[in-house]
């Protein structure tokens, strides 16, 4: 099946304890990009990347890392995490042409 | 940047028509999309139109575009409480050999008896 998948689905942590939350899909998509949603705000790009070893910054980038070292994976780094990066993020992956993103289930942060 | 507008609120009976409303600001978008949120889960491309048409149909759906205006619409006929959800347009213009969709807030469509 045609997936993006994303894990854990919720994490609660606290300030400052680094933490990645991981992305692989299986479509040999090049265009993978994370989200954040937060009420009122909808979706915000936080970084994009359009192939292997190519990544670029969203709209919110601050406090966040990412890496494309391998076609499917493009995990998400929190290096020290804040209690303003409290959010719900999603993953997604999308081809060429015409083809909308394939999002993934999201993953549910809570830092304390 | 580019900008995508939505009411955040729609409420309807089961049984009549949704008719739930975007505009952009980009007038170089080739592909505008409409995703559909419920509740727990992650966006599912409902459906998409090129910027050359002027209307899409598929099922139960209607997407109309007027590009004069950069108004997008996505009718929802006979609307089920199954339909209740949240709905988020997003439009794609070519930037730097890729396309980057701008996605809009989401409006809540609400579905009572």
């Known amino acids: 099946e045609a997936q993006v998948t994303q894990n854990p689905r919720y994490l609660i942590t606290v300030t400052g304890k680094k933490l990645t939350v991981t992305c692989s899909q299986n479509?040999?998509?090049?265009?993978m990009s994370w989200y954040r949603q937060d009420p009122g705000l909808g979706l915000r790009q936080i970084y994009y990347?359009?192939?292997?070893?190519?990544?670029d910054k969203g709209d919110v980038p601050e406090g966040y890392k990412v890496s494309r070292k391998e076609k499917r994976n493009f995990p998400l780094i929190l290096e020290s995490p804040s209690p303003n990066q409290t959010s719900l993020y999603f993953c997604?992956?999308?081809?060429?042409?015409?083809?909308?993103?394939?999002f993934g289930s999201g993953t549910r942060l809570t830092v304390v | 940047g580019e900008d995508v507008e939505q009411s955040l609120f729609l409420s309807v009976r089961e049984g009549d028509s949704s008719v739930i409303n975007c505009t952009y600001t980009?007038?170089?978008?080739?592909?505008l999309y409409w995703y559909k949120q419920e509740p727990g889960a992650g966006l599912q491309l409902l459906t998409y139109?090129?910027?050359?048409?002027d209307m899409k149909q598929d099922q139960r759906l209607t997407v109309l575009l007027n590009k004069k205006d950069k108004h997008l619409s996505l009718r929802i006929a006979d609307t089920q409480t199954g339909d209740s959800a949240i709905y988020f347009c997003?439009?794609?213009?070519?930037?730097?050999?890729?396309?980057?969709?701008?996605f809009g807030r989401g409006t809540s469509l609400i579905v009572h008896p």
């Open positions: 997604a992956s999308r081809g060429t042409g015409t083809s909308g993103y394939t």
């Open positions: 479509m040999n998509h090049e265009y």
């Open positions: 990347s359009m192939n292997v070893e190519v990544t």
């Open positions: 980009d007038s170089s978008s080739t592909y």
């Open positions: 139109i090129f910027s050359n048409m």
């Open positions: 997003a439009e794609t213009s070519l930037s730097g050999g890729s396309y980057i969709p701008t």
